[in-house]
């Protein structure tokens, strides 16, 4: 699928380069990793489809979740690798393990980004402060 998209905007993908040749070769690496491991990838909402009824609400809460973490990371001008890693580690969740409510989706969501950011983050948002989150 990698090589469809590809062939499909590679003039597109020519003229967007990293000002940095560090940061350029680390995602070339990173790309041909990726498509290393395509063939390895599950897909997840299938696994939910054919074993549960709960398929669609995965595939929704997943679209609902990657937004909040694109909001969440965006307000409060988190690096782009947490945001990354925070749907990287949602996408790992969901294809280990059974989920079968919207709340405990939620709660998996905003786990995922508080470990992200833990993990990507200096101060002073590598602690959790706030005391409510609204998804949705």
């Known amino acids: 699928a990698s090589s469809v998209f590809d062939d499909e905007y590679s003039d597109e993908l020519e003229s967007w380069r990293f000002e940095d040749e560090e940061d350029e070769e680390s995602y070339c690496c990173l790309r041909r990793r990726e498509r290393n491991q395509a063939a390895k990838v599950v897909d997840y909402a299938e696994d939910y489809d054919f074993a549960t009824e709960y398929g669609g609400l995965i595939v929704e809460q997943r679209l609902?979740?990657?937004?909040?973490?694109?909001?969440?990371?965006?307000?409060?001008?988190?690096?782009?690798?947490?945001?990354?890693?925070?749907?990287?580690?949602?996408?790992?969740?969901?294809?280990?393990?059974?989920?079968?409510?919207?709340?405990?989706?939620?709660?998996?969501?905003?786990?995922?980004?508080?470990?992200?950011?833990?993990?990507?983050?200096?101060?002073p948002y590598n602690s959790v402060r706030q005391k409510a989150f609204y998804v949705g």
């Open 64 to 123: 609902l979740m990657v937004n909040w973490i694109i909001e969440i990371s965006r307000k409060k001008e988190l690096h782009n690798e947490t945001m990354f890693l925070g749907v990287c580690l949602l996408d790992r969740f969901l294809s280990k393990g059974f989920f079968t409510s919207r709340r405990n989706l939620q709660l998996l969501g905003i786990a995922c980004l508080t470990l992200a950011i833990r993990l990507e983050e200096n101060q």
